[in-house]
């Protein structure tokens, strides 16, 4: 019965409100985030095009070439270490809520991640590439016909140690293409 009220609560969500938004449109922008497991702040860019009102597909990039990170497993400081960070995800948004000013719904999707530790001597002491699955929230608010803020909340599961809580804020331009 729960799942059925949740189900009928979105439908009447996105379909009762007022979808205006502009299908095939790309969206170009930069954003900055804070991740939960290192000291620091990423930034990047951000590519989106909306498929239809109701959904959108992004390809984003966030990076810190030098993002400190401290491992809560020891107190020797000898463990605090810097880390070059460099991550591309493709995410698909799905907008549950689509009005001329506020979009916002769930998204799902990938990211990739390459990251070198380096000791507190300069010393690489573990790199890697890994792979994850993002769950997560977007909104986006239109400032201008062309102009929009957007924001969110992503956590990326990629391995134990290297998943991670995002929350993003970024800024962007449309471009209508028909």
């Known amino acids: 019965m729960k799942r059925l009220l949740l189900i009928a609560l979105i439908s009447v969500c996105a379909f009762s409100s007022n979808i205006q938004a502009q299908s095939n449109s790309l969206t170009v922008g930069a954003k900055g985030a804070y991740q939960s497991k290192y000291k620091g702040f990423l930034y990047g860019l951000d590519l989106s095009y909306r498929v239809?009102?109701?959904f959108e597909v992004?390809?984003?990039?966030?990076m810190n070439p030098k993002i400190f990170n401290e491992d809560k497993d020891f107190n020797d400081p000898a463990w605090d270490r810097d880390i070059s960070f460099y991550s591309g995800s493709v995410d698909l948004r799905f907008y549950?809520?689509?009005?001329?000013?506020?979009?916002?719904?769930?998204?799902?999707?990938?990211?990739?991640?390459?990251?070198?530790?380096k000791d507190m001597n300069g010393i690489t002491v573990d790199d890697g590439s890994?792979?994850?699955?993002?769950?997560g929230w977007h909104a986006q608010f239109m400032v201008t016909e062309?102009?929009?803020?957007?924001?969110?909340?992503?956590y990326t599961n990629a391995k134990e140690e290297q998943s991670y809580h995002a929350i993003y804020l970024g800024v962007g331009y449309t471009f209508n293409l028909f």
Request: charged share 5%; no cysteine.
């Open 146 to 154: 062309n102009f929009q803020i957007n924001g969110g909340w992503r």
């Open 52 to 54: 239809s009102p109701l």
């Open 58 to 62: 992004s390809l984003s990039g966030l």
């Open 96 to 117: 549950l809520i689509n009005s001329d000013l506020l979009s916002t719904g769930p998204s799902l999707g990938a990211q990739y991640i390459n990251f070198k530790s």
């Open 130 to 135: 890994l792979f994850g699955f993002n769950i």
